[in-house]
């Protein structure tokens, strides 16, 4: 398992133990090892490859070499609230985040969050889903989540684009406590109206979910 973390700054291995005396250029070669590796072997292998090889296989190619790049530029930028986790090294595009908010009503609570990555990224969003069960007009009970870079369509202009990486995602679910909570364009509606209704209370059901779901 590879795990990323800002206080830390360092990966862990299931069966390895990296030196604390790595650098953040060693601490990224170490964490794309694997997938570099294997990346190589797809490489050497196209010689042989039948030229009608299929655009799925093209596509997969194409989202392991954005991973390879844009998970070490997640690693060197992540916020102080969150960490990031590789249950799978050989499987960069399914990880899971850990958001600890320092602030506001969630403070206290560790919100996990599941992120598998298409075949077709960069040409659509991330899949996320939220593991912890939580009080939020931004997210269901049941882990479904809005947030404008997710969408794939979107009129507005905020929704997912190529441009977008890996970074932008993390950092919009790490806001979803902070900058980007929303009561006025809810998902969770219950949840939104019992803020409206009376903030103390709303505070005090979100204290209970921690309690109970996120510590």
Same mark, same amino acid.
């Given at each position: ?48 490859? #039948? &030229?009608?090889? /299929? ?8 989202? $392991?070499? !954005?991973?390879?790049?844009?998970? =070490?530029?997640?690693? #060197? &930028?992540?916020? /102080? ?8 090294? $050989?499987? !960069?595009?399914?990880?899971?985040? =850990? ?16 992120? $598998? ?99």
């Amino acid at each position: 398992m590879l795990v990323f973390d800002d206080h830390t700054r360092h990966l862990s291995r299931s069966a390895v133990e990296c030196s604390v005396g790595l650098t953040k250029a060693d601490h990224s070669s170490v964490a794309m090892l694997t997938l570099a590796s294997k990346l190589r072997r797809d490489d050497g292998g196209k010689t042989g490859r #039948a &030229s009608g090889a /299929s655009d799925s296989t093209h596509r997969v190619s194409i989202r $392991d070499r !954005l991973l390879t790049k844009e998970v =070490a530029e997640l690693e #060197a &930028s992540l916020p /102080s609230t969150c960490k990031a986790s590789f249950p799978d090294e $050989d499987k !960069l595009h399914h990880f899971q985040l =850990a958001v600890s908010p320092d602030e506001g009503y969630y403070q206290s609570g560790r919100f996990q969050f599941e992120i $598998d990555v298409p075949e077709a990224y960069n040409m659509v969003p991330p899949k996320v889903r939220c593991l912890t069960r939580i009080w939020h007009p931004n997210i269901t009970e049941n882990g479904e989540i809005c947030l404008s870079l997710l969408r794939e369509h979107s009129i507005d202009g905020t929704g997912w684009a190529p441009t977008r990486t890996l970074k932008d995602v993390v950092w919009g679910l790490n806001s979803l406590f902070t900058d980007l909570l929303n009561f006025d364009d809810p998902l969770n509606i219950d949840a939104a109206e019992h803020h409206l209704r009376d903030k103390e209370d709303f505070r005090n059901k979100v204290q209970d979910y921690i309690k109970h779901y996120a510590r």
